[in-house]
C-alpha cells in the first residue's frame, strides 16, 4: 500500500525566511510520480508539481525546490525568501505509474505554513 | 475559463438527512474524480468517473454514498442518511487525460 507522510503539522515562519517542508512517501511500486499541491485560505488544491520516479533531478521554479532523494524516499519542498501569500496548507502525493498517473492519488495530511509578516 | 466548480461551499445537515454534492468539471474533461478529506487527516480517493461511467469506486467508504455522472458532464455526490463521520472536505477533480488533475474549491459538509 502507498502512504505519505508529513510530519509537520503545522510550521510558522518569519516573512522572508526559507522553509522546508518534508515529505516521506511509501511504494512498492518501481515507476510512480510525486506531487505538491497547494490549498490557499479559498480552498481549491493548487497544483504546484509532479515529477516521475526515474526523474531524480532537483527542480527550482521561482522561489519553489524541490529535492526529490529516491534513496531515502523524499520530495522535500523549499520556499525560499517566504511571502505572506505563501501561508496555505501544502500537501504531497503520490501516485502509481500503471494506473495512468492519476487514477489513485495518494495525499499526506499536510502542512499548515503561516508566514508572519 | 471556467475551474472545476463545486456547489454547495458549505453544507450543515443533522445526522440521518440526505445531502447531494454537485460538481462541474472543466468543460471537455472526461475524467471527474471525488476526494474527500475528514478531520484534518489525509486526502482519500473516493472514485473516478470516464464520462458517465465509474471506472474506479473503491475508496467509496460504504452504500450511503452514491456518485452519478449522467452525460458525462456535472456529477453529484449523495449521502443517504449522513452520519457524524461524514463531516469533512469533499473535492471534485477533472482531467482531460488522466495526467493532470484540476481541483475544485471542496464542500466543506458538517453532520451534527
Known amino acids: 500500500a502507498q502512504k505519505v507522510t508529513q510530519a509537520q503539522t503545522e510550521i510558522s515562519v518569519v516573512e522572508k525566511e526559507d522553509v522546508t517542508l518534508d515529505c516521506v512517501y511509501e511504494t512498492r511500486d518501481t515507476t510512480y510520480y510525486l506531487f505538491w499541491y497547494k490549498q490557499p485560505p479559498s480552498g481549491e488544491l493548487v497544483f504546484l508539481i509532479r515529477?516521475?520516479?526515474?526523474?531524480?533531478q532537483n527542480e527550482i521554479s521561482g522561489r519553489y525546490s524541490w529535492n526529490f532523494q529516491k534513496s531515502t524516499s523524499s520530495f522535500n519542498f523549499t520556499i525560499t525568501a517566504s511571502q505572506v501569500v505563501d501561508s496555505a496548507v501544502y500537501f504531497c502525493a503520490l501516485s502509481d505509474w500503471n494506473s495512468g498517473g492519476y487514477q489513485k492519488v495518494t495525499f499526506g495530511t499536510g502542512t499548515k505554513l503561516q508566514v508572519i509578516p | 475559463e471556467a475551474g472545476v466548480t463545486q456547489f454547495p461551499s458549505h453544507s450543515v445537515i443533522e445526522k440521518g438527512q440526505t445531502v447531494t454534492l454537485r460538481c462541474d468539471p472543466i468543460s471537455g474533461h472526461d475524467n471527474l474524480y471525488w476526494y474527500r478529506r475528514v478531520m484534518g487527516k489525509e486526502i482519500k480517493f473516493l472514485l473516478h468517473?470516464?464520462?458517465?461511467?465509474?471506472?474506479?469506486e473503491s475508496g467509496m467508504p460504504n452504500n450511503r454514498f452514491l456518485a452519478e455522472r449522467t452525460g458525462g458532464t456535472y456529477s453529484t455526490l449523495k449521502v443517504q442518511p449522513a452520519e457524524l463521520e461524514d463531516s469533512g472536505v469533499y473535492f471534485c477533480?477533472?482531467?482531460?487525460?488522466?495526467?493532470?488533475?484540476?481541483f475544485g474549491s471542496g464542500t466543506q459538509l458538517s453532520v451534527l
Open positions: 468517473f470516464v464520462k458517465e461511467s465509474k471506472q474506479d
Open positions: 477533480a477533472s482531467s482531460p487525460d488522466r495526467r493532470r488533475l484540476f
Open positions: 515529477r516521475n520516479s526515474f526523474d531524480e
